[in-house]
């Protein structure tokens, strides 16, 4: 058993190991022999990851994680890029855009322009990634369903769609209701999905089965991102998380995009290969 964890290990940093030396130009690309199976066709990934790589190279970033082999970015900021400039450095490099995390303040003040950007890049979705502190009541996670239905309205107009990405906070029981619940009752399954971040739902101790069998088909967004025996956030595959058995709800509970995500990587691009080469390995 320990020769072959010691096997896998040494499989999976010689992945890691050639995924970088690619991007920086000594390798060419490979493929991976897959077994039979279902697996994620187009791996994808919130750029929140690599916010401070974003920061400093927008274009250099996206093109190493196309050469590392990812399809799909969902962004969170464009660093003062316009749609245009996204849209065509996405092309350049064959990725696609399905989704970006917008504040909800942008949502409530700044809808029509939010929708005009999405638009032009080409994506989906515009998520909103978290709620403020201080607007965390029952009566404001009923305004916020509000919110994001007037929203999905106006997306909907425009041939997209609105959704929603959870914390752990939402499934704190809250005057009697837990706020994740109040979202997914209280929005129209027409205007609104829902982006389950599988991390966060495990912090919470919550079962993600549970609500794929409540309301199926509203799960159209992942976040692919694991925990370990203590609860610390680590890479794709080093955790607790039955990926491949979650997976396997794809169909019942809607699941179109599958992206990965660190929220503290201690070395972005190191980490999102390492991740990577547990999605392109999975079958389910």
Not at 164 to 178: A, C, K, L, P, Q
Request: charged share 25%.
């Amino acid at each position: 058993m320990k020769e072959k964890v010691k096997k896998n290990l040494n499989t999976r940093r010689r992945f890691i190991q050639s995924s970088l030396l690619m991007m920086a130009g000594t390798m060419t690309p490979f493929s991976l022999s897959l077994a039979q199976g279902r697996r994620v066709e187009r791996p994808g990934l919130q750029l929140y990851t690599l916010r401070a790589d974003m920061s400093r190279d927008f274009e250099g970033t996206l093109a190493r994680v196309a050469e590392l082999g990812y399809k799909e970015m969902e962004f969170a900021g464009y660093f003062n890029k316009s749609p245009s400039q996204v849209r065509s450095i996405l092309d350049q490099n064959g990725l696609t855009s399905p989704a970006s995390h917008i504040q909800l303040t942008e949502v409530r003040d700044n809808l029509e322009e939010t929708i005009e950007t999405a638009v032009a890049i080409g994506q989906k979705y515009i998520v909103v990634p978290i709620i403020s502190p201080n607007e965390r009541s029952l009566s404001d996670y009923q305004r916020h369903a509000e919110t994001l239905n007037r929203a999905g309205e106006a997306c909907r107009r425009a041939g997209i769609k609105m959704g929603y990405h959870n914390h752990d906070f939402e499934f704190v029981e809250t005057s009697g209701r837990i706020p994740y619940d109040v979202l997914l009752e209280e929005t129209d399954p027409d205007l609104v999905d829902f982006e389950l971040d599988l991390y966060w739902i495990k912090n919470a101790g919550k079962d993600y089965s549970a609500y794929f069998e409540k309301h199926p088909g509203r799960f159209s967004m992942l976040h692919v991102k694991d925990m370990d025996e203590f609860g610390r956030m680590v890479e794709v595959g080093r955790g607790t998380i039955d990926f491949a058995e979650i997976f396997s709800h794809q169909d019942s509970a809607g699941i179109e995009h599958f992206f990965v995500e660190h929220d503290r990587p201690v070395n972005g691009l190191a980490s999102v290969a390492d991740s990577l080469y547990t999605l392109r390995n999975m079958t389910f």
